[in-house]
């Protein structure tokens, strides 16, 4: 029985290999078919003009005029008329791939008044063969059918070259969001190694930052990654220090946020939040923080101004955390961060441009 065992065994390893094989070789033909398709649709797409663009309907007359003319040559060979529409059904499909279903249809209605008006019109004007309008609507209706299919075709074509596109892009993207993450936690984490005095220290700093980071990320997916409301990213970043009677929140216009500067701003205020707990006016029993947000012109205002503190500052040494909140707005063009620190007050204020559709609004 051992041996007989061994003996099935052994013919079964084949067996399997071959399975596996086969699975792996259709995987690999289904990714080369996915290339060839990607390869396909870059070399041919570029040729091919507009969808119901004037283009697209002066290719369809040209393929016309072609059908008309390959009609002669033939003719002559076969030593007899041909039927009439023999030559026009590869060009409304043409057409129609080139053109897409309107353009289809309008080479249908031109090859139709084209074969009429050459080899179909009656020998006797005003009579009306029977045959011949069957004829006529016969092709009208195949060849509507026709051009449905080669325009659908068109048109898959052109969904599966912008789902490339997209797909692409959404790769590239995410390759550079990820790489600029990996850059600002890199970042944070010299700066951080560089003034910690221990690794409990370290941990405990790069934790908090990591951790206000994170909910920038969270809050940008949820928003696909667009301008974010102003009022959500301040509630979202100062949820842990909120509700405090002697922190005031007031958001007297709706701004948003870009994107490109939402982590860095949410550090930032952050970062002013922590201060304020640590030795600020929210560790003073008698400070108060308020911060307001409006619109002057054409410019955001985000101003944080704390009075009381706690522990008055000494020495103009800059820090990490006076360098996030400097940097905040340095992935927005014409941002600007004012932060001062005086004996019993911190002062820091965010402009940033309003967006164009927006000033527009405004006036």
Request: charged fraction near 20%; include cysteine.
């Amino acid at each position: 029985m051992r041996y007989g065992d061994l003996y099935a065994n052994f013919r079964a390893v084949p067996a399997r290999a071959v399975k596996v094989g086969l699975v792996l070789d259709w995987k690999a033909v289904m990714q080369d078919a996915s290339k060839v398709k990607s390869r396909l649709i870059d070399k041919v797409r570029p040729w091919l003009p507009p969808p119901a663009s004037p283009k697209a309907y002066l290719c369809a007359v040209i393929l016309i005029g072609l059908a008309v003319l390959a009609r002669i040559p033939m003719d002559a060979v076969a030593r007899q008329p041909l039927p009439p529409y023999i030559t026009l059904y590869p060009a409304i499909v043409l057409g129609a791939f080139l053109g897409g279903v309107r353009v289809g249809l309008f080479a249908v209605v031109l090859s139709a008044v084209v074969a009429w008006t050459l080899w179909m019109s009656p020998p006797t004007p005003g009579a009306l063969d029977p045959l011949r309008i069957m004829t006529a609507l016969v092709y009208l209706c195949t060849a509507s059918v026709t051009i449905l299919t080669s325009g659908m075709a068109r048109l898959l074509l052109d969904e599966l070259a912008s789902t490339e596109d997209l797909r692409q892009r959404a790769a590239q993207e995410s390759v550079h969001r990820i790489k600029n993450l990996l850059a600002v936690v890199q970042s944070i984490s010299r700066k951080i190694s560089a003034s910690a005095g221990d690794v409990k220290s370290y941990r405990d700093r790069l934790d908090e930052r990591l951790n206000a980071l994170a909910v920038t990320q969270d809050m940008l997916l949820k928003s696909e990654w667009q301008d974010l409301p102003v009022e959500e990213l301040v509630h979202a970043t100062l949820g842990p220090f909120l509700p405090n009677p002697r922190l005031h929140v007031q958001i007297e216009y709706g701004a948003s946020v870009p994107a490109r500067a939402v982590a860095q701003f949410s550090m930032a205020l952050y970062e002013l939040a922590t201060n304020a707990m640590k030795y600020g006016a929210l560790a003073n029993p008698q400070g108060s923080v308020e911060l307001r947000v409006r619109r002057l012109d054409d410019h955001f205002h985000i101003e944080w101004q704390e009075r009381g503190l706690a522990i008055s500052p000494s020495g103009d040494r800059v820090g990490l955390g006076t360098k996030v909140i400097r940097s905040a707005l340095s992935a927005v063009p014409a941002g600007q961060v004012h932060y001062e620190v005086g004996p019993v007050t911190v002062g820091c204020r965010f402009v940033w441009p309003a967006p164009p559709s927006e000033r527009a609004d405004a006036a």
